[in-house]
């Protein structure tokens, strides 16, 4: 299938997933007592409201014409997408249709991986395309997972949070952190619809787990950069960390993510005994210096 032809597709199910989720009362329909035979709006209330036509819209979801922009627009605001919806939304309609299908490989750059060494106290990763793990410190490693000791295609956090059992201990509210992880996921997949280790990625995981299977059909899409995670760490115990994520101006596919915490709270001292703690081992040689990084992906 063509990239276009794949946009298309997705726009489709996309628009499907999200009239499924409306209420008629939400949008002011009336109530008509009749047994609905779909959830959600039906195809006709939705073009009703965007001043387009049934077959029109039938069409969309079909994946069998382009949207242009004005009818983007409607559908958005009939469907009450949020931003990062709109966002998705405009680029399965064909705005990114002019990106490469392959690309140079990704290696953590040597601004970020600096920072990373320099950051004693504060546990921080690089990630990449795909949501892969491209570089760590050794607090990060301390915090979440030994990443070193994983083969470079399994260093994804994605994959992390679904085949890992520790994962789902270590995140108080785990199953609202894949949730999300699942819908960033997805808009990855809108900016690299060609990629094969992302197709390869969702395939596993879907057959893996009923979780992400079931959320990657639902066809959510987020975009994340600040927040506030509860860890329950087996070493130094509960840790409430805000974290930050910073892109790289050079490579905007890269991105530092950084846990931290209030001074003078319990978990900003507990961060410095996990830094006591992972001290130890941070004179162990690695591939690649005091902050070890995966080796390049080959797409």
């Given at each position: 299938?063509?990239?276009?032809?794949?946009?298309?597709?997705?726009?489709?199910?996309?628009?499907?997933?999200?009239?499924?989720?409306?209420?008629?009362?939400?949008?002011?329909?009336?109530?008509?007592?009749?047994?609905?035979?779909?959830?959600?709006?039906?195809?006709?209330?939705?073009?009703?409201?965007?001043?387009?036509?049934?077959?029109?819209?039938?069409?969309?979801?079909?994946?069998?014409?382009?949207?242009?922009?004005?009818?983007?627009?409607?559908?958005?605001?009939?469907?009450?997408?949020?931003?990062a919806q709109r966002e998705y939304l405009s680029e399965l309609a064909g705005k990114d249709a002019t990106r490469p299908r392959r690309?140079?490989?990704?290696?953590?750059?040597?601004?970020?991986?600096?920072?990373?060494?320099?950051?004693?106290?504060?546990?921080?990763?690089?990630?990449?395309?795909?949501?892969?793990?491209?570089?760590?410190?050794?607090?990060?490693?301390?915090?979440?997972?030994?990443?070193?000791?994983?083969?470079?295609?399994?260093?994804?956090?994605?994959?992390?949070?679904?085949?890992?059992?520790?994962?789902?201990?270590?995140?108080?509210?785990?199953?609202?952190?894949?949730?999300?992880?699942?819908?960033?996921?997805?808009?990855?997949?809108?900016?690299?619809?060609?990629?094969?280790?992302?197709?390869?990625?969702?395939?596993?995981?879907?057959?893996?787990?009923?979780?992400?299977?079931?959320?990657?059909?639902?066809?959510?899409?987020?975009?994340q950069r600040i927040g506030t995670k509860t860890l329950n760490h087996p070493v130094v115990g509960d840790l409430t960390l805000d974290?930050?994520?910073?892109?790289?101006?050079?490579?905007?596919?890269?991105?530092?993510?950084?846990?931290?915490?209030?001074?003078?709270?319990?978990?900003?001292?507990?961060?410095?005994?996990?830094?006591?703690?992972?001290?130890?081992?941070?004179?162990?040689?690695?591939?690649?210096?005091?902050?070890?990084?995966?080796?390049?992906?080959?797409?």
């Amino acid at each position: 299938m063509s990239s276009s032809r794949a946009h298309r597709a997705e726009l489709g199910e996309f628009l499907k997933a999200r009239r499924a989720e409306l209420k008629p009362h939400q949008l002011g329909l009336p109530h008509t007592g009749s047994q609905r035979r779909v959830p959600g709006l039906r195809r006709e209330e939705v073009a009703q409201l965007a001043a387009i036509s049934t077959d029109y819209y039938t069409r969309l979801e079909q994946g069998r014409i382009a949207a242009s922009a004005p009818v983007l627009d409607a559908l958005a605001r009939v469907l009450h997408l949020d931003d990062a919806q709109r966002e998705y939304l405009s680029e399965l309609a064909g705005k990114d249709a002019t990106r490469p299908r392959r690309r140079a490989r990704q290696a953590v750059r040597p601004s970020l991986r600096r920072v990373l060494d320099d950051l004693r106290f504060t546990p921080a990763f690089v990630l990449g395309r795909r949501m892969d793990v491209l570089a760590w410190n050794p607090l990060a490693a301390a915090l979440v997972t030994d990443f070193a000791q994983l083969p470079p295609k399994h260093r994804n956090y994605v994959r992390l949070l679904f085949t890992e059992p520790h994962m789902r201990t270590l995140y108080a509210a785990w199953e609202s952190v894949a949730h999300t992880s699942v819908a960033l996921l997805r808009r990855e997949a809108a900016h690299y619809p060609d990629d094969q280790a992302l197709t390869e990625l969702v395939g596993e995981l879907s057959m893996r787990d009923t979780d992400f299977r079931r959320w990657w059909a639902e066809h959510h899409v987020a975009n994340q950069r600040i927040g506030t995670k509860t860890l329950n760490h087996p070493v130094v115990g509960d840790l409430t960390l805000d974290w930050d994520t910073l892109t790289c101006t050079s490579d905007p596919d890269q991105h530092l993510v950084t846990w931290t915490a209030e001074p003078g709270t319990p978990t900003y001292d507990r961060l410095r005994i996990l830094a006591s703690w992972a001290a130890r081992y941070q004179d162990e040689p690695t591939d690649s210096g005091p902050a070890a990084t995966a080796a390049p992906d080959e797409t």
